[in-house]
């Protein structure tokens, strides 16, 4: 009787723990996105493996593989992988019987006084050699649960670390391109400041002949003096830049000045056009990619990957839970030897024990019923993250879109500003030089060329980003050997 109503409780908290098997839940996005059409064209290459490639810059190339090669939080990202695996090697050893052995050898020596001047010593030697076995059956899975939330957890951390490289690679190739940018902004603001030392120079001839007043002198530095304290932020900008390059790669900032900035060719600066060339020359395009894909499950993106299978490990652990609420049966064997030497009398002799062990928990204080409503709340905690990571990642390839197609209607816009823009200086210049026209309207016509010619850079600068940030919000991951 006292075996069927062990039969009973345990069939009865069978009832209570059984859980269905993991399935992911059911994305659930707003309805403009869940209903949208497809995006991208229908010619369009996927772009896969080591995407960064194909804006063909070989030095950006070169600082992602450095980056890649020393960086600490990809060096922290691959760790918690290493941890990871060790954790599910030793979750899963727990399918298997554990064996031990054990040895000892002791020798002591007793003396015993009987009586006045006589004692007795005695000299006694032991050692003993012995292993035992023990198995736990995993009748309810809480093993075998144990076993799957530590490998769901290993694949967490494997997208962690691939959503880290992925994140390095885009935070890498954006850095250059803004360093880049910077870089022939400083030209322009060159360009600018030596028309402004020839133009301050025709000035003072002006004034020492009683052309003009000397106010328009003073204009004239005081404009120069806004240039040159402009130029110097954009050089501390530049500077961050290369700091930034620096922290992410392990490079030195010599070797990172000496892959994306251009040449110094002369002491002379350049004219804008000469600058503005080189920018459409040397600024990489990207190529006209565009994924096509709906605005739903990007079910490969790293993000995403790493908070399903955190949801599918909270599942195991609500599985986990239950069952160590259940009777637990073990199997145990134990042999052992030992060996005893006394007075010149040795014995001997050798025991052994097989047999199984049925622990029950009887009463916990409601601890086990705590645990399980404390894994159900990780879960669900679980299932809103997926949820929140899936409306960003949707929301962040959205805009990424968005992006792309203003950055290359910019680009184009842009050009023509530029165009326009300096065919009116150099018309104003030259009315400004014959007198036609004041230093108020020559330095109007001035902003606006600086202006469009900033813009354009910074539109070349924002082509390139747009598309990297299209690859970084989609997911695109490389394939490291």
């Known amino acids: 009787m006292r075996l069927f109503a062990v039969a009973a409780i345990a069939l009865a908290l069978t009832a209570c723990a059984t859980q269905p098997a993991y399935s992911p839940p059911k994305s659930r996005l707003p309805a403009d996105w869940e209903n949208m059409p497809l995006r991208g064209k229908p010619d369009s290459v996927a772009a896969t493996g080591q995407w960064w490639t194909q804006l063909g810059d070989q030095a950006i190339d070169s600082l992602i593989a450095s980056a890649f090669a020393d960086n600490p939080t990809l060096a922290q990202a691959v760790a918690r992988v290493d941890q990871a695996k060790a954790a599910a090697g030793v979750a899963n050893a727990q399918r298997l019987p554990a064996v031990n052995g054990s040895a000892n050898a002791t020798r002591a020596q007793t003396q015993n006084t009987a009586g006045v001047g006589s004692s007795t010593t005695m000299i006694e030697s032991s050692s003993s050699i012995g292993a035992d076995f023990s198995w736990e059956i995993d009748l309810w899975g809480r093993i075998r649960e144990s076993v799957a939330a530590a490998q769901r957890r290993l694949d967490a951390r494997t997208a962690d670390a691939q959503g880290a490289r992925l994140s390095l690679a885009a935070q890498v190739a954006n850095t250059s391109l803004s360093l880049r940018a910077c870089a022939y902004s400083l030209q322009v603001r ?264 900033e813009n354009f850079i910074a539109a070349k600068r924002d082509q390139g980003q747009a598309w990297i940030s299209l690859m970084q919000a989609t997911g695109q991951i490389d394939n490291p050997s």
Request: hydrophobic share 45%.
């Open 190 to 453: 060159d360009a600018d400041i030596a028309s402004r030392e020839t133009e301050l120079a025709l000035t003072r001839k002006r004034r020492e002949v009683g052309y003009i007043a000397p106010s328009a002198e003073f204009s004239a530095l005081t404009n120069l003096a806004n240039a040159r304290t402009a130029r110097i932020s954009q050089q501390e900008q530049c500077t961050r830049n290369v700091d930034a390059l620096v922290a992410l790669t392990g490079q030195p900032a010599a070797a990172v000045r000496g892959l994306l900035l251009p040449p110094a060719t002369s002491a002379d600066p350049k004219e804008s056009s000469e600058i503005l060339d080189d920018v459409a020359h040397v600024m990489p395009t990207p190529p006209a990619i565009q994924p096509v894909l709906p605005a739903t499950v990007l079910r490969d993106h790293p993000s995403l990957v790493s908070a399903e299978r955190s949801l599918a490990a909270a599942w195991s652990d609500i599985a986990v839970a239950r069952a160590q609420r259940l009777p637990a049966i073990s199997l145990s064997a134990a042999l052992s030897g030992q060996w005893l030497r006394a007075v010149g009398n040795s014995v001997g002799f050798t025991s052994w024990s097989a047999g199984p062990a049925l622990t029950v928990p009887l009463f916990d204080g409601g601890a086990g019923a705590a645990n399980v409503d404390a894994a159900t709340g990780r879960y669900q905690e679980a299932a809103a993250t997926l949820q929140a990571t899936l409306r960003t990642v949707v929301q962040n390839v959205e805009d990424a879109l968005a992006f792309q197609t203003s950055a290359e209607e910019r680009v184009k816009s842009s050009q023509d500003a530029v165009d326009a823009a300096q065919r009116s200086f150099r018309a104003s210049q030259a009315q400004w030089r014959a007198g036609a026209i004041s230093m108020f309207e020559l330095e109007d016509a001035r902003r606006q060329r600086q202006t469009a010619e």
